[in-house]
């Protein structure tokens, strides 16, 4: 894999750093999260950042060349400011013009809602009158039908005939254990470790 300038893998996830040093002024190092781990992003990432550091190093020296005194903490600052500018500038429009990214929290809306709803105690597997009556009230009815299958997805219960075939296939002939609520237990059981 090709060395990308200025960048570092820490704990799996790139880091841009760069050294600001001016005169004798300052000398110190600013580094930044790329908030990504795929090599091509913090490849397209750091040259911005570098990019952007050179215009912000120029920019500074014309203010020294001008006269105008700059402290070494001045200077740190506005190097931080301007990369942090740039970094949140990247990543928002990476994830802004995405065709799915406008989707996304209207997609969670009803995924929410059937998790809010399975997780009652008595995991019901369909919505009540009540329950969709008042979804209704705060969702669209594309919404409200879309919680309905996400719980049945969640709320999933096994078929007497299912029971029965996957005792079959472990083995289990015991009489007792062919009902079908206590072949559910059985099941269930055998899926916790322990």
């Given amino acids: 894999m090709a060395r990308i300038p ?15 040093h001016f005169r004798k002024i300052i000398s110190n190092v600013v580094a930044f999260r790329l908030r990504t781990a795929d090599p091509a992003i ?7 950042l570098a990019v952007r550091f050179d215009e912000v190093k120029g920019q500074i020296e014309r ?15 506005l190097f931080r400011l301007e990369l942090e500018r740039e970094l949140s500038q990247i990543v928002h429009d990476a994830y802004e013009n995405a065709s799915w990214s406008r989707d996304m929290a209207e ?7 059937a998790y809010r709803i399975a997780r009652r105690p008595d ?7 009540a ?3 008042e979804l209704a009230g705060r969702l669209h009815s594309a919404d409200v039908q879309a ?6 997805e969640f709320c999933y219960q096994i078929t007497d005939e299912e029971v029965r075939s996957r ?10 254990w062919q009902l079908p609520q206590r072949g559910r237990i059985f099941c269930v059981l055998a899926r916790q470790p322990g």
């Fill in 131 to 133: 329950q969709r009556a």
């Fill in 123 to 129: 995991r019901p597997r369909r919505l009540s009158e």
């Fill in 167 to 176: 005792l079959d296939v472990i083995g289990v002939t015991n009489p007792e």
């Fill in 63 to 77: 203010m020294l060349e001008t006269g105008r005194p700059l402290s070494g903490g001045e200077i740190d600052a």
């Fill in 42 to 48: 913090a490849r397209c990432r750091a040259a911005r």
């Fill in 147 to 152: 919680v309905e299958e996400y719980l049945a």
């Fill in 107 to 113: 997609n969670a809306v009803p995924l929410a809602e």
């Fill in 6 to 20: 200025h960048a570092h893998r820490i704990d799996g996830r790139y880091v841009w750093r760069r050294r600001v």
